[in-house]
Nanobody
Framework: QVQLVESGGGLVQAGGSLRLSCTAS????????MGWFRQAPGKEREFVAA????????SYADSVKGRFTIARDNAKNTVYLQMNSLKPEDTAVYYC??????????????????WGKGTLVTVSS
């Protein structure tokens, strides 16, 4: 079992930045590929970014490519999502996700093994 706790959400103006963190406890963090999803009001949960267990491989949704960066620190059991040049359409609840695999380039909600409870990001125009 893996427990995931997100932090770092909040209110920011368009063009601003936020860094989300997700700290894991339980089984060996470095055994899991980690990802971020988001869900806006009235919309389905969508993939944002993912990173391999070693941190050497990453993937991003086209909508955030070039603006968001995912990273991990296995010594701290933490994965980060640095979000720059934020837009109002980035407003959503952001969820941390874990998969029991070294890396996956394709993520969907049904492929996730563990979820955090989410942190709200609001981008004002």
């Amino acid at each position: 079992q893996v427990q995931l706790v997100e932090s770092g959400g909040g209110l920011v103006q368009a063009g601003g930045s936020l860094r989300l963190s997700c700290t894991a406890s339980g089984r060996t963090f470095s055994s899991y590929a980690m990802g971020w999803f988001r869900q806006a009001p009235g919309k389905e949960r969508e993939f944002v970014a993912a990173i391999s267990w070693s941190g050497g491989r990453t993937s991003y949704a086209d909508s955030v490519k070039g603006r968001f960066t995912i990273a991990r620190d296995n010594a701290k059991n933490t994965v980060y999502l640095q979000m720059n040049s934020l837009k109002p359409e980035d407003t959503a609840v952001y969820y941390c996700a874990a998969r029991s695999t070294s890396y996956a380039s394709v993520w969907s909600p049904s492929t996730v093994d563990y979820w955090g409870k989410g942190t709200l990001v609001t981008v004002s125009s």
